[in-house]
């Protein structure tokens, strides 16, 4: 997300992304890796939920305790530092 400003966020402004030298996203294509980067990243999340959930109901130890994201502090300092990360 925070490569949206210079990459654009939905056309291909940017001067293409490469890992290591290795060219994978290319300058001319029309669409943006922002969305797609989106997408992965969501796809991971709902991933890794629905394992930490099944993880719980069968009684094994989860990474992450879901549970404690129903605190208000817990969310509100998520949301705090996502926003100052962010800015």
């Known amino acids: 997300?925070?490569?949206?400003?210079?990459?654009?966020?939905?056309?291909?402004?940017?001067?293409?992304?490469?890992?290591?030298?290795?060219?994978?996203?290319?300058?001319s294509w029309p669409i943006s890796p922002v969305?797609?980067?989106?997408?992965?990243?969501v796809a991971a999340l709902a991933a890794f939920l629905g394992y930490e959930r099944s993880e719980a109901a069968v009684g094994r130890s989860a990474l992450v305790?879901?549970?404690?994201?129903?605190?208000?502090?817990?969310?509100?300092?998520?949301v705090t530092a996502a926003t100052v990360v962010m800015a």
């Open 35 to 41: 969305p797609l980067a989106a997408a992965i990243a």
């Open 65 to 78: 305790d879901l549970a404690m994201f129903a605190r208000r502090s817990v969310s509100g300092g998520l």
């Open 1 to 27: 997300m925070t490569g949206g400003p210079d990459q654009g966020w939905a056309a291909d402004r940017g001067h293409g992304l490469s890992l290591g030298g290795t060219p994978f996203w290319s300058a």
